[in-house]
């Protein structure tokens, strides 16, 4: 895990230094990717020294979540943080649509088909092509439901013949 330095004001700690610090907190299925980019990070706010970190799974029972409160208290402590508590908000439920234009661009750097914006209108998603993200190419169809995690479904295109993962709208 990479750790921001962002040293703490111990008198004040900012909401800013700690976003700082939790810009560098990787998601631990897609490493590419930030709490912050996913969408996953909700707020930040600091009371009476005691930093409190809100985050919202991608999906109940999400397996990551663990290791992602994990990651954040020891970036934390590592910048320097003392007092922390992290909390899990349920509602409004996490959406595709809250990944960051940065979260799209980084997914097909690596071979990943972003999720389609409007997420939350399933209708408007009937019939659309999931595009390639090496060739763009518009021919490509599903092989699986589920690709190398839950949240990602197995495609191949047919013009360049290769496979990729495609992030699921949620």
Do not use: N
Not at 76 to 87: F, K, N, P, S
Not at 139 to 155: D, P, Q, V
């Amino acid at each position: 895990m990479v750790v921001a330095s962002a040293p703490p004001d111990t008198l004040a700690p900012s909401v800013q230094a700690v976003r700082a610090v939790l810009d560098a907190v990787c998601d631990p299925e897609i490493p590419i990717l930030t709490i912050a980019d996913l969408g996953v990070l909700r707020d930040v706010r600091i009371a009476a020294g005691c930093v409190t970190v809100v985050i919202t799974p991608t999906y109940s029972g999400c397996p990551a979540m663990h290791a992602i409160d994990q990651d954040i208290r020891a970036a934390l402590a590592a910048a320097g943080y003392g007092e922390v508590r992290i909390e899990t908000e349920l509602a409004p439920a996490w959406s595709t649509d809250q990944m960051s234009a940065a979260a799209h661009a980084k997914l097909r750097s690596v071979g990943i088909a972003p999720p389609a914006h409007g997420a939350h209108d399933k209708r408007a998603l009937l019939g659309r092509k999931v595009p390639c993200p090496r060739c763009a190419s518009l021919e490509t169809e599903r092989i699986s439901e589920f690709g190398s995690t839950a949240c990602k479904a197995l495609y191949r295109c047919r013009s360049c013949l290769e496979p990729f993962d495609y992030f699921k709208c949620l």
